[in-house]
Each structure stands twice: as structure tokens, then as C-alpha cells.
């Protein structure tokens, strides 16, 4: 479909893996359509996710900030 990525392809322009980009579909940080059972996401989508100020792994746990 033109205009739209696949999970698979969204995840490569961001740097993520395509189980990573399903998942901020379903927080909401990416808005998709999901057509039969695959997920597409505009391209302005992408480049808006792309934009954001993410930081990169895991979160800290609480216990290492207090050390």
C-alpha cells in the first residue's frame, strides 16, 4: 500500500525491532490500521516517531537511581 510500512519496515527506519514497533502500537505511541492481521503505519507516522526524543535500552530500575 502506498504511504504505509509495514511493522517490519517501520522498525528498520527506526532502528527497532518489529515486536518493538507492535508493542508502541499498542501503548499508543504509534497510531497504525491494522488491514486482516498485519499492522501498516503512515509514513508521516514513522517520521513523527522518528523525531522523538527516545532514549535508547531499558529503563533504570528505581533501586540503582538511589545508589
Not at 501498516?40 to 538511589?66: H, Q
Request: no cysteine; net charge positive.
Amino acid at each position: 500500500m502506498k504511504g504505509y510500512l509495514t511493522t517490519k519496515q517501520a522498525g528498520e527506519v527506526l532502528g527497532i525491532t518489529p515486536d518493538r514497533v507492535r508493542q508502541l502500537i499498542s501503548e499508543g505511541t504509534i497510531k497504525a490500521e491494522k488491514f486482516g492481521r498485519d499492522n501498516f503505519i503512515l509514513e508521516s507516522e514513522v517520521k513523527r516517531v522518528e523525531k522523538m526524543d527516545r532514549k535508547p535500552g531499558r529503563p533504570s530500575k528505581k533501586s540503582d537511581s538511589i545508589k
